[in-house]
């Protein structure tokens, strides 16, 4: 019996070496100290031997029982040691992992950097509603109901019962609401605002988007004239598109400006050369006027002694005139492997 004893530690001592993590361990636990173990087996076996052996028999057994437990002991030891050892170590030389910052999306990135030219000049800021009442979109602005220059804009009408004097609300489809907003606002000029906000028309196509941002800029004080809207341009146009970009004025017709212009910059693809992006050297910026004397009284401003101009650009065209995105509706696409080209 002492050979068979010796014989099943001599194994168990390899297997409970060798064991490489703890499931293993279990599971000659359950082989050495479970029910069918060889050490049970001998165990029944006693009774069977002459009655003088058995005491040793059973001693015999039970030492090899303990040498068992300290063999399971000490494998259990070993596998936390080896677990613990090595989460310790750091390879120093290994490459470095690359950590992913995020950035700020291209249509945020170019209000920023409005804001920063516009309140170079003393431009303040102002938010107004981007759903708003019909007088402030339209009415204010010398567009009375049903005129035509109203179907221009393709407005979203909102259902809900209209104010008596303001009329029906929409859904802003030009930051031009808060001219009369911010006249009401500062009550007696000097006025310098910029109003950025979302707009929205009926309109899709790789220029037009149906949620798109305006900046609104309005200036208004005594003596002001077209060559300080002139030179306000120029200064953005260089500070934002760079030195080699040039502005020129288009007459155009705007029935809250008088006179009215397409404000529009040299091509960057061709430098104004003409190409087939541009078509004749020249981009549309957007839109702007010297401040119709009906929409000054309207802000209750007196014309006689005031004046000033405005200008609405888009700001996804904006940013296509200086990145060459080919179609604006990638913006909106979410698409990273789009987004991540601008950080
Ligand atoms: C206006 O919205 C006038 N309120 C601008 C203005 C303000 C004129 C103050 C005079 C004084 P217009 O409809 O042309 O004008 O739009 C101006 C600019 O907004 C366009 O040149 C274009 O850059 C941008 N825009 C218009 N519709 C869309 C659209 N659906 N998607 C993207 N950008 C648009």
Redesign the pocket.
């Known amino acids: 019996m002492e050979k068979r004893i010796r014989k099943i530690l001599n194994e168990a001592a390899k297997e409970f070496e060798s064991a490489g993590d703890e499931s293993e361990i279990d599971q000659l636990y359950v082989k050495y100290f479970g029910k069918k173990s060889p050490l049970n087996k001998l165990t029944k076996k006693i009774s069977t031997l002459d009655p003088a052996l058995k005491p040793k028999a059973g001693q015999n057994i039970n030492k090899a029982k303990s040498t068992l437990e300290k063999l399971f002991d000490r494998a259990k030891r070993n596998v936390k040691t080896k677990k613990a050892s090595a989460t310790k170590y750091i390879d120093v030389t290994a490459p470095g992992k690359k950590i992913t910052i995020g950035h700020l999306h291209l249509v945020s990135q170019a209000i920023e950097e409005i804001v920063t030219i516009f309140s170079k000049l003393g431009y303040s800021l102002q938010s107004y509603p981007e759903i708003d009442w019909d007088w402030y979109a339209f009415e204010s602005l010398n567009m009375p109901k049903d005129h035509p220059a109203r179907d ?2 393709e407005t979203f009408f909102v259902k809900a019962p209209p104010n008596p004097k303001l009329g029906n609300q929409v859904l802003t ?4 609401n808060g ?1 009369v907003r911010e006249m009401e606002n500062v009550k007696k000029p000097p006025i310098r605002m910029i109003n950025i906000a979302r ?1 929205y ?1 009926r ?2 196509d790789i ?4 949620m ?1 941002h ?1 900046f ?1 800029g309005l200036l208004i004080d005594k003596n002001i004239s077209i060559p300080n809207l002139k030179g306000t341009f120029d200064y953005f146009t260089t500070n934002f598109f760079g030195k080699n970009r040039v502005t020129r004025l288009r007459p155009h017709h ?1 029935r ?2 008088e006179p ?1 212009f ?1 404000v529009d910059v040299t091509c960057d693809v061709c430098g104004g050369k003409s190409c087939r992006i541009c078509k004749s050297g020249w981009l ?6 010297m401040v119709h004397p009906k929409v000054l009284e309207a802000g209750k401003i007196d014309p006689k002694k005031y004046s000033g101009f ?5 700001i ?3 940013i296509s005139m200086k990145t060459k995105i080919p179609d ?1 509706r990638l913006l909106y696409q979410n698409d990273i492997r789009f987004l991540e080209q601008f950080s």
């Open positions: 221009d804009w489809p030009h930051t031009s001219q707009c028309r309109q899709i220029s037009h988007t149906p798109f305006q609104e705007f809250f400006t009215s397409e549309e910026l957007g839109g702007a006027g405005a200008f609405g650009w888009g996804e065209r904006t604006i």
